[in-house]
């Protein structure tokens, strides 16, 4: 790989020891034993040689060009270590020692004074605080932890050190293979951000698997996985997703880390699969790094016992999976090439007493069928099974196909054991049970999805002309001059006016005359509400009267309004009455905007009315939207059935919501200050007929 | 254990072989080398000695009393050995021998006629078509597996025998051990209620394993399965769970398998928990067979490790279970015993230099907490790490506290493989990933729920005595006289009338002048519905009027749905007019009963009016249900938050939905051939206020 950090001409460790318990010496040991072909030069003031090799009393002192440095001695000698670094040209710091940000203020304050070394001779840092990385192809092991893992094409990128170390000793088990492996430590310089980009562009690698409690830079997060999802799946284990999680991350690296909601919309953009576990983590990453990609999600299921068949076709259709429907020629086929005891419908059975070459047929009838995009293969050891020659059937079959996935369970321990490594070996997935071949195969399935949706978000954006930027820009900023972080109902409405949201007609008015005047002005009936900056529930204070339908009724609200406004919320400032056109009820929906800190707007749509709070009817997208998305995003939730009409009702201007999401997705682009905003509700009605927002609520910062 | 299929005198082997290949020959082979120590009668008429064992030609030659024989000879003489051993006083027969009810109605037959000679000599049978069975304290292996089991306190009860075959093999490298194994086959005699009865009461049985595909005896298998549920676990992995799947039960077993949400609710009755996958069924076993139940959901996470710290928290979580919340002593203990830079707070990183001292000293102070129901210890191999000390230490402290589980999460492979040994073999679980702890702490603490739950399901049943079941039963049978299998909307009323639950007053009127005299006894306002057997929904033919004020008005509705049903509906027999007295709107719920063929009547709860199939939010239980059942159905909806009131609305009068589910529940015992009913709506009213229902629905059979 053509990155001097994974595939630099020359080593340093800075810290190498003599002593077999020090991180300086495993670490040097695994430079030189993972067949490193560069420079290797160990650095100690207090040895002449270590491992065989000259050691430098500095790094000042070592000749020729050093690519990379890694630093394993104490926090408190590390800057002076860094800045010599920097002097001697060293183009990469992998910073080892803990004793950073990590530690408390003390540590941030050191890790802060490291970054600006770096910066200021253009080194880059990984660390501090870290494991150190590994590339399995340069070859370069440059960590202390005590396995050399496979090699493979699978690179594992994780915010957690003893992670890595305790994988790395779980994967030869499992025969996982990797083909880079980077601790991330604190993050002081390079974080995940980087490293998608650079191993997106790695031709040894097949899948990007990332542990992350925090990320930091959200916005380049999602462009560079977006783009990086296109080449290669990229899959997370995300720690920290609960509220109590997420408190044991901050204990854990003192990283702010967002709501799990955030994260979770944030990878759906950038097109990034999420695991639940460790497990499902490496199931999935043994699927994409030797098995392509299906051009669906319709699978078939070949197995030689019936229960696990059930059991897997039950799962299959739990992760979202699909039987095929076998064509009457696969049935045919089966038919003649199985006993008649087999079942030839999907799953296909092949019975206790299948030997290899029966199941080979089966395979080969099955793989051929149209509608089978990937297959899962299921073998029980019994009495006349032949696992081995099973296996070999399984990899001679499965090239004949290659764009189907075939994802092998030999449940089973040492009856099944070899066969299961010769198909790993030869790039099957082979699992010991079928839940774990069916989470691979539906990870495979799910990153077809995740391919298609991305075509969807790279669409072009709308951009609205009819909108007026700078009369928004103004309203934020008369409010705030005003001392508001809110926007008054009558300002909100303009805004919306200025982005091309309906609203109900209204007018502000000051006296009863005026009241009157504005009424026959839009024709009854109206509704008068207080407006005040200070009386945020208006209905709790008696300052809203509605269905007035005529002008002694306006002047009679007008008086009640003011009287009862005196009376419960005395010192409020008043700016007068809004006077507004009372609309027919339509269907109520919510569409709403909240600013994540790190991965910034987000917008919401969901059902609206009473039944809002109880069912959590939403869905979200990160901003800006595209109108697939929009259109998505109302597709997601249960009140799309309502909108399409339930009951023989007509169906609603569900195109109205879409035009309402893409314009707030412009307004907080124009207007970024923007950090909270609620139309709640929006009256959507018939098809046509469009939609008005009733009651919008807009918070800036 | 004191039954003579597990622990029998003196074991026949009828079609004994000396063949290796052959199943007679594993089977015997196996029966000797298990170390059984009661007489061995091998039966073959062409062998005079086999295995070193003396051969008998019949049955009938082998001398003294055998009380189980195992036929393992074609089907077609299976029925004539079957005979023999009847006449012979064989107690148990054990048929391996295939070719019965899942080859067809040829099969099905001889099935039949194995039954009737069984009956006839009071024989019982095991299978056929079926694996055999284990019992490792006997010792007995009667099965023809490849594999003997570890000893140990599982019982595994399976409706598949190669899954069986597999997991036998496969619980070798996990090390998991069996008390008992059964291979149910096709379930002509002995079934799943019949083994989770005998094993209840095995003293050497800590948890019972179901994998059942379908069940026949649905009743006594929820009266059994409570019963034993009371005593020990009962975990079940329910093949056939979605649609599809339980297409391929049906080609498996010739089985009807019912919908799995009866089945939920059977389980959930019956106190039995639901494993997803293989591997959660065996992880649940694992902490079941070892570990105590714990006194509640509050665990605590000690860790060496941040990462899989922060991992294990959020799938703690996500399983419902809850994170202690220490007591300042403990923390204080902590603090002193940890170095500062551990994380004293739960999870409890002891950090990555940790050895065994430091865990032990951590885990002594975490279990000696009183809001410590159970833990979860992990370890990460690292430079310092001591993986078998740090097992001793787990397993030292684990015996101090009981009532505490303690579940180990050792992850990696080679480095903690040796202590991962030690730990299972000293009863203390131990899993290569987090997440599996966590499943396997859940189970327990799931099943200290069930425990309490199973207290409410024993509570006493309510029995109403205002109810007049002679009448209801009339009802019934005058509308089923009339060749009818759906009451009229006036019957069905009347029904709910002799069962207690409030209806709107209403009466069936032949003229104008008779619903002018019904309207004024109740009082305007009220409505007309066309009463016939022929219309079920009244509205499509303009059958219905509402809202009706006064006599006249009453008079025009009577003409205009006569004349429009005569116009629309012209066939249609008509049995007059309902006259209805409007009541006021109220809260909509939706209470239902339906007829599981296995399982019997189901009681349905759920969000009334236009969400309803949208939210598809209801609750089941299978009657007869106990007035904190019918509480809990009302609360395990989010329709629950409607009804407590939301946005400042009053409470629903709830005491009265119950009122109404207990009723029904005593209806469909009373009278069992409802087969479905809807009250929809049933109208709520504020708390004190009472409910009715609306509209009713009943279909008998």
Chains 1, 2 share one sequence.
């Not at 650095?43 to 440095?69: H, Q, T």
């Not at 609960?242 to 901050?250: K, L, Q, V």
């Amino acid at each position: 790989m053509n990155n001097s950090l994974f595939n630099p001409r020359s080593v340093a460790v800075i810290g190498a020891s003599r002593e077999p318990t020090k991180v300086g010496y495993t670490l040097l040991n695994n430079i030189i034993n993972s067949g490193y072909r560069g420079n290797i030069y160990p650095v100690n003031p207090k040895a002449d040689e270590v491992l065989g090799l000259k050691c430098y009393k500095s790094i000042s002192e070592v000749p020729g060009e050093v690519d990379l440095a890694i630093i394993a001695v104490p926090a408190q000698v590390a800057l002076e270590v860094a800045e010599e670094c920097g002097r001697r040209g060293v183009k990469y710091l992998t910073v080892i020692s803990a004793g950073f940000k990590e530690v408390g203020s003390e540590g941030a304050d050191r890790e802060r004074e490291l970054v600006n070394i770096a910066k200021k001779y253009r080194m880059r840092i990984l660390g501090p605080n870290c494991l150190g990385f590994i590339d399995s192809y340069t070859p370069l092991n440059a960590t202390f932890a005590a396995v050399t893992p496979r090699r493979g094409r699978i690179a594992f990128v994780s915010q957690s050190g003893a992670l890595i170390t305790a994988i790395l000793d779980w994967s030869i088990k499992r025969g996982i293979g990797f083909s880079k492996i980077v601790s991330l430590g604190n993050k002081a310089d390079l974080d995940e951000v980087y490293f998608i980009q650079a191993i997106g562009e790695d031709i040894e690698t097949k899948v990007i698997l990332l542990y992350v409690e925090s990320i930091e830079r959200g916005k380049e997060f999602v462009d560079v996985a977006k783009q990086t999802s296109m080449k290669k799946p990229i899959v997370v284990l995300k720690g920290g997703v609960t509220e109590a999680g997420a408190r044991a991350a901050m204990s854990h690296t003192g990283a702010m880390t967002g709501g799990f909601t955030a994260y979770e919309v944030a990878f759906k953009k950038a097109g990034i699969l999420i695991a639940n576990t460790i497990s499902e983590l490496f199931d999935y990453a043994m699927a994409f790094s030797n098995q392509s990609i299906p051009a669906g999600s319709n699978i078939a299921i070949v197995t030689n016992a019936g229960g696990p068949g059930i059991i897997t076709t039950d799962l299959s259709l739990k992760a979202g999976l699909r039987l095929s429907s076998f064509s009457p020629s696969t049935i045919n086929s089966l038919r003649s090439k199985l006993p008649p005891a087999a079942a030839i419908y999907n799953p296909v059975d092949v019975l206790g007493d299948a030997r290899a070459d029966r199941y080979r047929n089966a395979l080969d009838i099955v793989l051929s069928d149209e509608d089978v995009n990937g297959l899962i293969v299921i073998l029980t050891p019994q009495a006349m099974t032949e696992p081995i020659d099973t296996a070999k059937a399984i990899i001679e079959v499965s090239k004949k196909y290659l764009g189907k996935p075939v994802i092998a369970a030999f449940i089973g321990g040492e009856a099944v054991r070899e066969a299961a490594d010769l198909l790993i070996n030869e790039g099957i997935p082979c699992f010991d049970l079928p839940e774990r071949a069916v989470i691979a195969l539906s990870g495979l399935c799910r990153y077809r999805s995740y391919l298609d949706e991305l075509e969807k978000v790279i669409e072009k954006y709308v951009k609205f002309y009819d909108v007026d930027a700078v009369r928004a820009r103004e309203i934020i900023n008369i409010a705030r001059s005003d001392g508001r972080r809110a926007l008054l109902e009558i300002e909100a409405r303009e805004l919306m006016r200025a982005y091309g949201i309906p609203v109900p007609p209204a007018f502000l008015v000051k006296s009863e005359d005026e009241a009157i005047n504005a009424a026959n002005k839009m024709g009854y009936p109206v509704a008068l509400k207080i407006s005040s900056p200070q009386i945020l529930h208006k209905t709790d204070v008696g300052g809203v009267v509605l269905n007035i339908n005529s002008d002694a009724e306006v002047r009679e609200a007008y008086r009640t309004i003011l009287s009862r406004v005196s009376r419960y919320a005395p010192k409020a400032m008043l700016y007068g009455v809004t006077v507004q056109k009372m609309v027919p009820k339509g269907r109520e929906v919510i569409v709403g905007l909240t600013k994540d800190q790190v991965f910034g707007h987000m917008i919401m749509f969901g059902l609206g009315g009473i039944y809002a709070n109880v069912f959590r009817d939403v869905s979200f997208r990160l901003t800006p939207v595209t109108p697939s998305e929009a259109m998505d995003m109302i597709k997601e939730t249960k009140a799309y059935a309502i909108l399409k009409g339930i009951r023989g009702e007509a169906p609603a201007d569900v195109a109205s919501i879409v035009n309402v999401i893409l314009r707030l997705s412009q307004l907080v682009q124009d207007v970024p200050e923007i950090v909270e905003m609620d139309i709640n509700p929006l009256f959507v009605y018939n098809e046509g007929e469009g939609c008005i927002a009733l009651d919008v609520k807009v918070v800036f910062s």
